[in-house]
């Protein structure tokens, strides 16, 4: 029951229900994916003599596993090489390492399954936990439906089997939002033909597959056309529809060379206007093709100083950028191994698979089929297809105000966190604490992972999630130390 006035709360919990942290500092980490067990894998290795009680709150029996590296039927490929996986940047052979010691020959840069870096990651936290001396690990299989600050200013975190977390600090690891309704999606839903999750197509039931309609041509869509293909017996034509069309760009074969570019000095004297900056970037792509190098570099210069960039750019700056070169600069950053692509533009040329630049206008349920109402890109006329299925692939919906998880209503509802200006998720202070109703920052309440997005904008592959997680890892156990000191 919360008061309205004061946002306390009165707990219908008993304290026997309480989990008790025995003089433990207390750390609750809410959501065991990549992020979640990222950042308990760094505490305990910096625990250091500080007693230090690590909660991570994850409905999920396996932690690591999250949406992206849970176990398939389908070997959905990594979209990053192994070289570049490893949890410490600075021991970047540490995954493959694994992967070997598994069993599994593969090279730095080899795109490996997906499932296999959940099996690592779940194998580096046991390794911490062995190595922690003081610190005590706790996996909570529940959900966190609510969160409250108690009379003593700690936060208590009410668990779905009635249960209850007392903690000093709570981090918020949720990843990535479902994806947003398409036009007409609750008109079709109860008729098995929308598919919401593209992961359930390792499931797709007895009936026989004659067309389906892939809306988004992202990373997501890969996987779901490749999938797909896969099937038998097999899908006769693949629909992929998106705003622009486009596909993600391949990947380096073999890896990008060791040199590096620097394009700060041009990211700094175009910070002005989002077309200066688009065109400082494309010059500096094109200067290092015509030099003898790969236009990646450029990204991945652009990636390093990115956060940084991105915090100091005016708000109409950022919104012309997000309006104008949001889809361009995506296909370049997320890229896919050239294998996948390439199976996809084989789907392409034998005539199973098309592409499509438009937009969804409705959909209307028929017999078990949809039949999908969609306008081209720049056409003043509809077209209409009839599909067997409809799988959202539009990627996550950045909306915290749309998001119907009940945890994230109950944030919002408590003036726990806000939405940011730009709708990329939440606001966020320099330090990645949440910032509340108020516009101040709440302490001890830290958002990891996409939630970053709205600061940093890079927000979404290991590369930063691993730095954002040591960071933070860092914070937390001096706090742990001081607390105790």
């Not at 990373?219 to 999938?227: E, N, P, Q």
């Not at 998106?242 to 380096?252: D, F, N, T, V």
């Not at 017999?367 to 003043?380: D, L, M, N, Q, T």
């Not at 940093?456 to 937390?476: I, M, N, Q, T, Y």
Request: charge should be positive; aromatic fraction near 4%; glycine fraction near 10%.
């Amino acid at each position: 029951m919360i008061d309205p006035a004061s946002g306390s709360a009165t707990n219908p919990h008993s304290a026997a229900d309480a989990f008790d942290s025995q003089g433990h500092r207390t750390v609750a980490i809410v959501g065991g994916g990549f992020c979640g067990t990222a950042l308990a894998i760094r505490l305990l290795q910096h625990a250091g003599d500080a007693p230090l009680r690590i909660v991570v709150i994850e409905p999920r029996a396996d932690l690591g596993a999250g949406v992206a590296y849970s176990a398939r039927d389908y070997p959905y490929p990594l979209n990053v090489a192994a070289g570049q996986m490893s949890l410490d940047a600075a021991n970047p052979g540490d995954f493959l390492e694994f992967a070997c010691g598994i069993g599994i020959h593969a090279e730095a840069v080899d795109y490996l399954p997906r499932q296999v870096y959940g099996e690592y990651l779940r194998a580096r936290l046991a390794a911490a936990q062995a190595t922690a001396p003081r610190a005590e690990f706790v996996h909570v299989q529940a959900r966190a439906p609510r969160l409250q600050r108690s009379a003593a200013r700690t936060w208590e975190l009410w668990l779905d089997d009635g249960r209850t977390i007392r903690a000093d600090d709570v981090v918020l690891a949720l990843g990535n939002p479902p994806p947003a309704p398409l036009p007409g999606q609750g008109v079709v839903r109860g008729n098995g033909a929308l598919v919401d999750d593209p992961w359930t197509l390792d499931h797709p039931g007895d009936r026989q597959l004659h067309s389906v309609l892939l809306v988004g041509s992202g990373l997501t869509m890969i996987d779901a056309a490749l999938r797909l293909a896969a099937l038998r017996p097999r899908v006769r034509h693949i629909h992929v529809l998106s705003r622009h069309g486009r596909l993600p760009e391949p990947q380096a074969i073999g890896g990008l060379p060791a040199r590096r570019v620097d394009v700060r000095a041009a990211l700094a004297t175009s910070r002005h206007s989002a077309r200066a900056l688009v065109r400082a970037v494309r010059a500096a792509a094109r200067r290092t093709v015509e030099t003898g190098g790969d236009w990646r570099e450029v990204v991945t210069a652009v990636r390093g100083q990115l956060p940084t960039l991105w915090r100091e750019l005016p708000i109409p700056v950022k919104e012309r950028l997000l309006r104008h070169a949001r889809s361009l600069w995506d296909v370049h950053r997320h890229r896919v191994p050239v294998g996948p692509l390439n199976a996809v533009r084989m789907l392409e040329r034998v005539g199973v698979l098309e592409v499509h630049a438009g937009r969804i206008m409705d959909l209307n349920p028929a017999e078990g089929s949809v039949e999908v109402i969609w306008r081209p890109r720049g056409a003043a006329r509809s077209r209409a297809w009839l599909v067997d299925r409809v799988v959202n692939c539009t990627g996550p919906d950045t909306r915290v105000a749309a998001n119907g998880d009940p945890f994230v209503r109950s944030l919002l509802a408590n003036g726990w966190i806000r939405a940011d200006a730009l709708n990329l998720g939440v606001d966020v202070s320099p330090a990645g604490l949440a910032v509340g109703r108020a516009g101040e920052p709440v302490d001890g309440l830290y958002c990891l992972g996409p939630w970053l997005r709205a600061r940093d904008w890079e927000a979404s592959a290991v590369g930063e999630l691993r730095e954002h997680a040591a960071a933070l890892a860092r914070e937390l156990a001096t706090r742990a130390q001081a607390a105790t000191a």
